[in-house]
C-alpha cells in the first residue's frame, strides 16, 4: 500500500473510494507516568511518551492501511496524523486520508 501525503501521485490517474482511518488511544502505566513527571521537573526528551505516541501512530496507520485495503485501495493519497489529549496521560492518535484506485 502506497501512503502519501501529497493528493496526487505522478504518472498515475487515481479513482477516490472515499476517506479512510485508523486511531487508537494509548496511555502508559502509572510507575512510566510518575517517571515522566520527573523528567518534566528537569527537563529533557521524556522518552516513555515518545515511544508510546510512536507505538500509536503505528497501529493508527496499520488500522488505517487495513480500511483502505477493504475499500480495495492501491493508495491513500493526502494522508495526515492528527493527535488530542482523552485524559491525563492517555492521547488518541489518528491516521486519515483519501484511499484510491489506480486506473489506467
Known amino acids: 500500500m502506497l501512503l502519501v501525503t501529497t493528493d496526487q501521485i505522478e504518472g498515475k490517474k487515481l479513482m477516490p473510494l472515499g476517506i479512510c482511518k485508523g486511531s487508537t488511544v494509548q496511555s502508559k502505566h502509572i510507575g512510566k507516568d510518575f517517571m515522566a513527571g ?3 521537573i528537569v527537563g529533557g526528551e521524556i522518552t516513555a511518551y515518545a515511544e508510546m505516541m510512536d507505538e500509536a501512530r503505528g497501529i493508527a496507520t496499520r488500522r488505517m492501511v487495513e480500511e483502505a485495503q477493504r475499500m ?3 493508495a491513500v493519497v ?3 496524523y ?3 489529549a482523552i485524559m491525563q496521560s492517555a ?3 489518528m491516521a486519515y486520508g483519501t484511499a ?3 486506473i489506467q
Do not use: P, Q
Open 38 to 40: 520527573l523528567r518534566n
Open 72 to 74: 480495495g485501495a492501491d
Open 78 to 80: 493526502a494522508m495526515r
Open 82 to 84: 492528527a493527535t488530542s
Open 91 to 93: 492521547a488518541e492518535v
Open 100 to 102: 484510491v484506485k489506480f
